[in-house]
DNA sequence: TTAAATTAAGACAAGAAAGTCTGAATAGCA
DNA sequence: TGCTATTCAGACTTTCTTGTCTTAATTTAA
């Protein structure tokens, strides 16, 4: 199966909610975020490194170091993580994955697709990661 | 990435479709199938017997073999064969992979997800594959 | 009854995605 | 300085998806 988003993106997308709830210049260690969601240590460690390439998070090494947001939380949508690990090609692609299928040739569904999948990238553009690290706040992610 | 279903379940829809625009009862043999759509031969073997197994299709050895709808055309949703080939269960995984996210501990994109989610089941339980067959009638698809 | 055309079945291979491990680099601190 | 905690980089492994191949079984028709 396949929800719309890799494996990769899902976590990204949670590291970087967490993330949004520490004071704006804190910095988090990868122990501490895989204390709280459960993602594997190293797999999470080369997301987090490649989230920093991309200019999303910031980074310092050694004792106390971490990972912090490289923008404020509410500068930072779920499109820019989506982007910056998945890319945007499911907003392109047919549903139905018919090669020819476009706007000159569409398939049967090309149209209701296609409003939904704005749909879907609006809601990505307009939720910020502080609004999303709310749920992070809830007693299941809590210490 | 990966665009809501696998690749498998695309070539199912699209193979499923191609069927549909034939007359009940006529069988279609795999290489005609692969002549137009652009799938490998076993691949499309392989997904066509696992249509069979589950009851949408029905097939034929020998000369003037092939595989044909085991119903109307009218009344195989699109729905019918995602359900087939990879399950139903993105209409109840959280966009953002939360295990804990439901109803009860929503994350911060529930409750839109849940309606685009929604359109999106509607889409394709109200879309039959005689209706997407049209979509094969186009000239890309001609001999 | 034999030959040809087809699906059936399942082992195998290649590729991609997910996850693991190790060693190096860096920073803070005693 | 040297010790420790951390990120960085990249090779490696495992697992899943996609795709290929081979052989058997079935059907039709000459």
Same mark, same amino acid.
């Given at each position: #199966?396949? =929800?719309?988003?890799?494996? +990769?993106? +899902?976590?990204?997308?949670?590291?970087?909610?967490?993330?949004?709830?520490?004071?704006? $210049?804190?910095?988090?260690? =990868?122990?501490?975020?895989?204390? @709280?969601?459960?993602?594997?240590?190293? /797999?999470?460690?080369? =997301?987090l490194?490649?989230?920093? $390439? @991309? $200019?999303?998070? =910031?980074?310092?090494?050694g004792?106390?170091?971490? /990972?912090?947001?490289?923008?404020?939380? !509410?500068?930072?949508?779920? /499109?820019?993580?989506?982007?910056?690990?998945? $890319?945007?090609?499911?907003?392109?692609?047919?549903? #139905?994955?018919?090669? !020819?299928?476009?706007?000159?040739?569409?398939?049967?569904?090309?149209?209701?697709?296609?409003?939904?999948? +704005? @749909? &879907?990238?609006? #809601?990505? &553009?307009?939720?910020? &990661?502080?609004?999303?690290?709310? +749920? #992070?706040? @809830?007693? !299941?992610?809590?210490?």
């Open positions: #199966m396949s =929800i719309l988003f890799s494996r +990769e993106c +899902e976590y990204a997308l949670q590291a970087v909610s967490y993330l949004a709830l520490k004071p704006a $210049g804190e910095l988090t260690s =990868i122990k501490d975020l895989t204390k @709280k969601l459960r993602i594997p240590y190293h /797999f999470l460690a080369k =997301i490194q490649r989230l920093v $390439g @991309k $200019g999303l998070l =910031i980074s310092q090494k004792p106390s170091g971490g /990972f912090g947001l490289a923008a404020p939380a !509410e500068s930072i949508t779920l /499109f820019h993580v989506v982007d910056a690990v998945d $890319g945007s090609d499911f907003l392109h692609r047919c549903v #139905m994955g018919f090669p !020819e299928c476009s706007g000159k040739h569409p398939c049967a569904v090309h149209g209701t697709w296609g409003d939904l999948r +704005e @749909k &879907v990238y609006q #809601m990505l &553009v307009n939720q910020n &990661v502080a609004q999303t690290a709310q +749920e #992070m706040r @809830k007693p !299941e992610y809590r210490d």
